[in-house]
């Protein structure tokens, strides 16, 4: 919260950013998510480490979310950051602060709804949160290496959490997520 209140443009904006980092990543300024059909976070170990990451997987087509709040390409460039940037705490509260302002502007709003205008900014930082996205189905073993276009699809359930292995190989707590990489 420290860091938000140093590091925001105006010091009105200092709940609403707080709010919003706080939802996104629970204020861990190297986290980054692979998103996909089931978002894989990342914990980058220091700042070298999360650039790299974030542009090998850029570089190879992967949609990825950066930073405190957990900004998409798009929203970073509007956001006035970089892959390099991102990372720096303090400049990605600022260019959160720049994204929040925007928003907030787009809605043309009036005093007497300037609070309600402020959730609805914030709320739309969470629907793009990764934690919305709803559980994938699993493959079978021999479909695995198949591409998504061919993919049939099915409403078959995804297997129980006590059917999948438990994995825990990027301390993200969620136990079923396994992120292979090659350099």
């Known amino acids: 919260m420290a860091l938000v209140e140093q590091c925001a443009p105006t010091p009105n904006l200092v709940r609403p950013l707080a709010a919003i980092v706080r939802q996104a990543s629970s204020f861990e300024p190297l986290l980054i998510t692979i998103q996909g059909r089931k978002p894989i976070p990342i914990q980058a170990n220091d700042r070298d480490e999360a650039i790299q990451l974030t542009t090998e997987a850029i570089a190879t087509g992967q949609t990825v979310r950066t930073g405190l709040a957990q900004l998409d390409a798009e929203e970073t460039k509007q956001a006035g950051l970089t892959a ?13 602060g720049r994204l929040f302002e925007a928003r907030l502007q787009a809605k043309n709003v009036n005093a ?51 059917e999948r292995p438990n994995w825990d190989v990027y301390r993200s707590g969620l136990g079923t997520s396994a992120f292979v990489y090659e350099r």
Request: proline share 11%; with cysteine.
């Open 84 to 96: 390099t940037t991102t990372f720096d705490a303090c400049k990605h509260i600022a260019g959160l």
């Open 112 to 162: 007497s709804g300037r609070d309600q205008a402020i959730a609805r900014v914030v709320a739309s930082f969470a629907a793009k949160a990764p934690r919305t996205t709803p559980e994938p189905r699993t493959l079978p073993a021999d479909a695995a290496d198949t591409s998504n276009a061919d993919m049939p699809t099915s409403n078959t359930p995804a297997p129980s959490v006590r």
